[in-house]
Each structure stands twice: as C-alpha cells, then as structure tokens.
C-alpha cells in the first residue's frame, strides 16, 4: 500500500512525458505537412495548370508564405525581377509522373527572358543521361506560328527539345521569367500558360 | 445532470494542454523554418567548402548533382557571399559588362530577398554597394560618388549573383571571366 503513490507519480510523469511527446511531434509534423505537401496554405495565383504566389521573396510575405518558399524555392526573387509559374499537373488535372510524357507547348510569355525547367518532386532536377534540364529564350526554336515545345518523360519523342525525366516520381515544371513586363506583374493571370498534355499511355 | 469526475477533469486539461502545446510547437516551427534553412545555408558543408564568409565564391555550373539548394537555375551561373556585418559594412563590387541579363539579390537572415539590381540599372557602368547594418551609420563611410548604400535588416545574410547563360559551354569564355568580377568584401 505504501509504494502505490509512488507508482502514481510515475504513471503521472509517464503521461505528460507522452503527451509532450505527442505535441511536439504533432506540432512538428503538421508544419512539415502544410510547407510540403498544402501549397494552398500560401497565396497563389492559378493560370492554367500553373501557379505562381504574389509574395515570394517579398518582406511582406506571412508567416506561411515565407516558410513555404524558403522550403520549396529558397532564394527566390520578387516578382518585379522574376515570376515564377510552376505545374505540378497536367491541364487535364492529372498529377505529373515521370514515368510518364507531356508535351509542353506555348508562345514565349511577355517577359525579358524565359525558361521552362523539368524538376523532380525533391526539387531537384532530374538526372537527365543528356544534361538538358530546361528549355530557355535562347534554346527555344519556334515554329511557324510562333511556338515552342518541349516533351518531358523517359523515352524521347522525336523532333522536340526533349527533357528527360527518369524513374518513377512526381515531376514539378518551373517557368521562370525574368523581367516579366509590368502588365504582367501586375496582372499574371494575362498569362499566356503553356499546355501541358499527356501523350499516350504511361510507360 | 451528471457530474465530472476528478479523473475527467485531468484528462480534460492533459488534452488540452496536448492541443496548446501542439499549435505553440507548429507555429514556432514554421517561424523558425526559413531562418534554420538560411543557417544550413550560410554555415553548412557548401559554405565551408566554398570559404564564402564576407568572400566572393563561384560554385560550378548547375547539373543533377547540385542538390545544396532547391530549385537550382540550370540557365544561370551563380556567384555567392555569405555577408557579415559584425565588425563593419561590407562592399559588394561587380563589373560583368555583359549584355544578357546579370543581378546581385541580397537575402536576410530570414530568407527575404531586400535588395535586387540587374544590368539594366547599371547600364554597362561596374555595380559598387556599400552594404550596412540597421545599427550602422553610412555618415563615416567614404562612399564614392555612384555607389550606393544599401541597408541590410540583419547582420547576416546571403548574396547570390544570377549570371544568364543560355549555352554554358559555348559562352564559357565570356560569362566566367564575367562573374569572377564580383567582390563581397568588408568596407
């Protein structure tokens, strides 16, 4: 009978050790969870399967914004010197695999200089056997009508710039522009987005 | 109406204490995030590697294996500094002289860019910053005429220097040269 308060004492201790424990692993999980996998926590601007946020590497940026950016794009510029639009899936709503090939069309945006970059979910890029990682305003060759394209995947297809997305992972396609022109900053949703579709099945 | 036990009651605040602590630990968490992943930055392998404190360096061009930073630019040659403004301010000097598009971006220590110049604001001319602290007074500095002043909101920070490149090999020559024009040094 003398020893049971000292058990309590235990159990009691035992308990909050748990419970502090579980708070701090809640806490920690679900600030990993929303700046990895909620992008909707930061303010975005969608313009066909591309997104870009109005406040990245802006001082104005919230708590969130600035967590989220630093976390999947550190060192980002604000949008009066690069805009970045970034796709995750495809126009059909379907998430982008590497396993996977997309062709990526557009005219080039209104901006000084531009590029579209084949990241993998890690964002990083691709381990691509031919070192083409992006296709850029210098790069780019554009058709009669004024368009570029590219293909992402793991088996190329013939007569485009093709950016080789091996393995089996989630694939994330980064449009920059640098010195976009002010109509744009000012409204990106003018946008003009690249599509993005699927061709064929999946290897 | 029934009453609540004693042992209700503790579980009553143990929970609640669990869902305080939580939220306190989430937001700390997500405060604490872009500050922590700038230290790695600026204190971690690729700093000591680079020796880049109040230092230009000139890490290689971007390719699969760059995995220090996310979203690397394999369009752009990066030049970097970890800048400290401790024992004073520091001067930031660039004359690339080229055409296509360069930019000096200034970070704080809780990753928001404060500062960025491109080529087009120096119109050909060298790019000379005299980078100072909130503390700091620019009054004693002797700032020569052209350069300009710039306030950084924390001691620390982090300077990367894009240099455009379409084609690395083929421009190699021109753009190497260029960037390794940038100085990060103390004033």
């Not at chain 1, 997309?102 to 200089?113: D, K, S």
């Not at chain 2, 455009?164 to 004033?187: F, M, Q, S, W």
Request: hydrophobic share 45%.
């Amino acid at each position: 009978m003398r020893g049971k308060p000292s058990v309590n004492r235990w159990q009691r201790i035992g308990i909050g050790f748990a419970l502090y424990g579980c708070a701090v692993t809640l806490g920690l999980g679900s600030a990993w969870w929303v700046l990895k996998k909620a992008p909707w926590t930061i303010q975005t601007v969608r313009v066909g399967a591309w997104e870009t946020s109005l406040l990245a590497g802006s001082a104005h940026a919230d708590l969130y914004t600035r967590a989220a950016i630093a976390a999947n794009g550190l060192l980002a510029l604000g949008r009066d010197e690069t805009m970045y639009f970034i796709a995750s899936q495809d126009d059909a709503g379907h998430p982008l695999r590497s396993r996977c090939s997309y062709r990526v069309e557009g005219v080039p945006p209104q901006a000084r200089w531009w590029s579209v970059t084949a990241y993998a979910e890690d964002m990083f890029l691709f381990d691509a056997p031919n070192q083409q990682y992006s296709l850029n305003g210098t790069t780019a060759r554009l058709d009669a009508s004024g368009h570029f394209a590219l293909t992402t995947g793991g088996q190329e297809q013939p007569g485009t710039h093709w950016l080789p997305t091996p393995g089996d992972r989630g694939v994330v396609l980064t449009l920059r522009l640098y010195n976009p022109e002010p109509e744009l900053q000012a409204a990106p949703t003018s946008l003009r987005p690249p599509m993005i579709k699927a061709i064929g099945a999946c290897a | 109406m029934k009453r609540i036990s004693g042992q209700q009651r503790l579980w009553f605040y143990r929970i609640l204490t669990l869902i305080v602590t939580a939220i306190l630990v989430h937001i700390l968490a997500v405060w604490a995030a872009p500050r922590l992943i700038m230290q790695v930055l600026m204190r971690g392998p690729m700093a000591q590697t680079l020796n880049m404190h109040n230092q230009a360096a000139f890490p290689p061009p971007v390719t699969a294996a760059s995995r220090t930073v996310v979203m690397p630019s394999p369009d752009l040659l990066y030049s970097v500094c970890v800048f400290d403004l401790t024992a004073g301010p520091v001067r930031i000097s660039a004359s690339p002289n080229l055409k296509s598009y360069w930019s000096i971006a200034l970070y704080a220590a809780n990753s928001d860019n404060f500062f960025v110049i491109n080529d087009r604001k120096f119109n050909g001319k060298p790019a000379d910053l005299w980078l100072v602290s909130l503390s700091g007074s620019s009054d004693t500095l002797p700032v020569p005429a052209g350069a300009q002043v710039v306030v950084s909101p924390s001691t620390t920070g982090f300077l990367l220097m894009r240099v455009l490149t379409g084609n690395y090999d083929a421009e190699k020559a021109v753009i190497e040269p260029a960037r390794h024009t940038l100085t990060c040094t103390p004033a």
